[in-house]
């Protein structure tokens, strides 16, 4: 099993540019996040969605938005990139939400000049 | 909502010492604290976790301790050892909540 993957691992993008970042899972989980972790800041839930079919906001959503594309499949678009977007990004998985073990996948490092 | 402090943001230890981290949270009715170990590059990874109805949870040299009255629990880790060197986050989840909420983290060095 890979666990949670993402794609891709780095990308730079200039201002005002889209991307779109990729998470998938293999565990049969219901509930995904998208965490931003920033140094000192430790990490910042973005968007999560607690079953296939629904998402919602977490900490800092604003410039950002998901999609539950399936069950294994969860995905983070920024539609017009700002510098202070520039973080590491984390996609984790967790059974369900609540009392339960929350696995992360490598993490996007993204940079916006 | 909930909000999780964590002390010391830095901590150095010399190997085989031990090695303390706390945190407070502002929910009574968070029931589930987590710690997640990063290492360098690296993704975030459970290490321990306890739940409201617990005080106090053992693996191997790793403990965690709860006070619901104060709202704190630590992080113990003895005879520490260069490999635990890595950034430590301890979070919280508060009682019908689905968001865990982490703590700013703790970065542990180990010196041989």
């Known amino acids: 099993n890979a666990g949670v993957t993402q794609t891709p691992k780095f990308q730079v993008l200039k201002t005002g540019q889209s991307m779109t970042l990729q998470c998938a899972q293999d565990m049969n989980h219901n509930s995904m996040y998208w965490y931003r972790q920033d140094p000192g800041m430790g990490l910042r839930l973005i968007y999560y969605s607690a079953s296939e079919g629904t998402t919602d906001k977490g900490e800092v959503p604003n410039g950002y938005n998901v999609s539950r594309l399936n069950k294994r499949e969860f995905s983070l678009r920024l539609e017009s990139a700002a510098p202070s977007q520039t973080s590491v990004y984390f996609c984790?998985?967790?059974?369900?939400?609540?009392?339960?073990?929350?696995?992360f996948g490598p993490g996007t490092r993204l940079t916006v000049l | 909502g909930e909000n999780v402090e964590q002390h010391p943001s830095t901590l150095s230890v010399q190997e085989g010492d031990s090695a303390v981290i706390k945190c407070t949270y502002s929910?009574?009715?968070?029931?589930?604290f987590p710690w997640y170990k990063q290492e360098l590059g690296k993704r975030p990874q459970l290490i321990i976790d306890?739940?409201?109805?617990?005080g106090e949870k053992k693996d191997q040299r790793i403990a965690v301790t709860l006070n619901k009255t104060a709202k704190h629990f630590s992080l113990h880790i003895t005879e520490t050892q260069p490999e635990d060197s890595a950034v430590y986050f301890c979070a919280a989840i508060g009682g019908g909540s689905e968001k865990l909420v982490f703590g700013k983290g703790t970065k542990l060095t180990v010196n041989p």
């Open positions: 984790a998985s967790s059974l369900r939400t609540g009392v339960n073990e929350q696995f």
């Open positions: 306890i739940r409201s109805n617990v």
């Open positions: 929910d009574s009715a968070s029931n589930y």
